[in-house]
Structure formats: C-alpha cells, structure tokens
C-alpha cells in the first residue's frame, strides 16, 4: 500500500462531498493497521480486482449517515427517508472509490469495483482481507468519515 | 414524449435520475442489475436507458453488450462513479452514445438524453 494511494483516495473524497454533498471534509489523521476493520456503527465495503486488488471499508456513526441521506433526498418525508440510508452512504462509498480508481487506473489499466455491501451495528462479523491498510479519518462539520484502504497491487502492475 | 429505463442497483440513484428526467421524457422501468436491464429492453422497447456499471450479476459493460446485439435501437448512457479512461472506451467502443461520470449535476445528464434524440 503505497501512500500516494491514501493521498488519492483523500483527494477524491473531498471532491465528491464537496460535488454531491456540499460538505467540506478536512485530514485528521493516517495510521497503518492489519486489516480494513471499520471502527464505526455503519460501514460499506468495495471489493476491488484488477490492476489492483483488496478491500476498501467506510465507516461512520449512524447520525452521519442519516444527514448524508437528508442532503441527498431534501424533499422526501424523514420516514420516507430512513429506507434509502443505506442506498446513499453505498452510493457515496461507490463514487469516492470510483473517483479513486480513475486515478489509480491511469490510462490504460482497468480497475473493477464491486458493488458496495453496507453493514449497521456494532460487533461486525465480516471476513475482512488480512492486508497492510492505511487508515485514513476525515473531518466534517456533520462528522468524521473514516477510510481503511487495503490494497495490493493486481494483475499487470 | 421519448422513454426511458434507469439502471442502477442504488435505488438513491434511481429516484434521483427519476425526478431529473421526467419533467422531459417518460420513464417507463427501473432496474437494479444488468439481467433486468436486458429483460427490461426487451419487454418495454424504451427509446433509451441510463446504465450504471458496477452492479451486482451482471455489470453494466455485459448488460451493454447484450442490449446492443439484441435491441440495437435503445440508446444506452453511461451513468457511472467508475469513469476509467479504458472503461469510457470501452464502453463507447460497445455502442454506448454518452458516458456520465457520478458525481454528476443534474443538467449534465438532462443534456446527455436530449442530445441523444436530436
């Protein structure tokens, strides 16, 4: 895992809660661990195959997720709302991912994205890839999103 | 008034592409993975879709391919986060005639359908 990935995918989250969200995210911190384990109630998970391959987890707390809904959808009713959560905290876990991976890919690799998987609650049991992971927490006023990039290098790098 | 499907497995992305579209065009179907789409083409004749990529079963690049060879006539858009130099290309090489890139704004993919009919 190399940290011009985790500068990457910095980059792209900022773009994409800034063009979808209108939400300004900031650094906190990057720490290394052995796996993507999420550390928040709500976590989405990409699969990543290709040029490169591994995990890329996103966590937050349940308050966060329910405000990046309320952007999302303004009009609907908050019953209405609360069906679609994990539709757009998936949505968005996709389009940070996918905005890394046209970078990542450069111009010739091909990069695949699994569909996101969501997971709420606490006590997670999900066989998370045991990879060397960048953890990456960032800033908003509406709370902190955290980004646990496990990557290797794929097939043709 | 011209018809449309919207594919995409978030139904977030469904209901927004929804309330983009239909003040102009009639969106006659929804569907959330790649086999629908085709399944869809086929039963409902739409005169275009939007195709996301990245969905469960069958992806966006398969279901293209599919479309084209079996319902030549549907224009396909791409609506897609995963907007890879070689992924556009391929899927404009496979018939696609627009390829969005998500995050989008609404007038973007207004403008991709319009022109598409001319």
């Known amino acids: 895992m190399k940290v011009e990935h985790a500068n990457i995918f910095i980059m792209s989250a900022v773009h994409v809660f800034r063009k979808e969200l209108g939400i300004r995210l900031s650094r906190e911190s990057l720490s290394r661990k052995d796996s993507p384990l999420p550390s928040m109630p709500i976590s989405i998970v990409l699969g990543i195959t290709g040029a490169m391959r591994g995990q890329v987890v996103y966590s937050m707390d349940t308050s966060f997720a329910y405000n990046i809904t309320k952007v999302m959808i303004p009009n609907k009713l908050p019953m209405e709302r609360k069906q679609f959560v994990n539709s757009a905290v998936g949505e968005i876990g996709n389009m940070v991912t996918g905005q890394a991976s046209i970078q990542l890919a450069g111009q010739n690799q091909r990069i695949h994205l699994t569909p996101p998987a969501v997971f709420t609650g606490q006590g997670l049991k999900v066989d998370f890839l045991e990879v060397p992971t960048v953890c990456l927490r960032l800033l908003s006023e509406m709370g902190i999103l955290e980004i646990n990039i496990g990557l290797l290098d794929g097939e043709g790098m | ?118």
């Open chain 2, 1 to 118: 008034m011209k018809t449309g499907i919207i594919v995409d497995d978030a139904a977030i992305m469904r209901l927004r592409l929804r309330e983009i579209l239909e003040p102009d065009f009639s969106v006659v179907g929804e569907a959330g993975n790649g086999d629908e789409a085709v399944r869809l083409c086929g039963e409902l004749t739409p005169d275009f879709i939007t195709l996301d990529i990245s969905m469960p079963q069958t992806n966006g690049i398969e279901a293209l391919k599919q479309i084209q060879e079996n319902y030549p006539e549907v224009r396909v858009i791409m609506v897609s986060a995963v907007g890879q130099k070689r992924l556009v290309i391929d899927a404009l090489q496979y018939g696609a005639v627009d390829f969005v890139i998500k995050p989008f704004d609404s007038d973007r993919v207004l403008q991709a359908v319009h022109r598409v009919f001319g």
